[in-house]
Nanobody, 114 residues
Framework: QVQLVESGGGLVQPGGSLRLSCAAS????????MNWYRQAPGKEREWVAG????????NYADSVKGRFTISRDNAKRTVYLQMNSLKPDDTAVYYC???????WGRGTQVTVSS
């Protein structure tokens, strides 16, 4: 079955950086676009960034554009989210998702605080 395992979250000061990873299994990874979402306390889950199946095109939410970079390694079946210049508003649980597949991982907590 589809499995998505996010990692790399943690506590970081404003202005700091983190690199999230999402290891995928149970489907043909190279056939699917991959996306990162996040959910802050008391808020709905929101889309953050997406990358096409071959990595040739990426898109970002306005709130993270210029600060976050999504990438993937199809050989490793892993998608990444490099997050720089982090702000307290970036505090959330971050999830990855494969295209239109329904499965979600457990997410990884990112907390930006001094």
């Amino acid at each position: 079955q589809v499995q998505l395992v996010e990692s790399g979250g943690g506590l970081v000061q404003p202005g700091g950086s983190l690199r999230l990873s999402c290891a995928a299994s149970g489907f043909i990874f190279s056939s699917y676009a991959m996306n990162w979402y996040r959910q802050a306390p008391g808020k709905e889950r929101e889309w953050v960034a997406g990358i096409t199946n071959n990595g040739g095109s990426t898109n970002y939410a306005d709130s993270v554009k210029g600060r976050f970079t999504i990438s993937r390694d199809n050989a490793k079946r892993t998608v990444y989210l490099q997050m720089n210049s982090l702000k307290p508003d970036d505090t959330a649980v971050y999830y990855c998702k494969a295209g239109q597949l329904r499965s979600w991982g457990r997410g990884t907590q990112v907390t930006v605080s001094s």
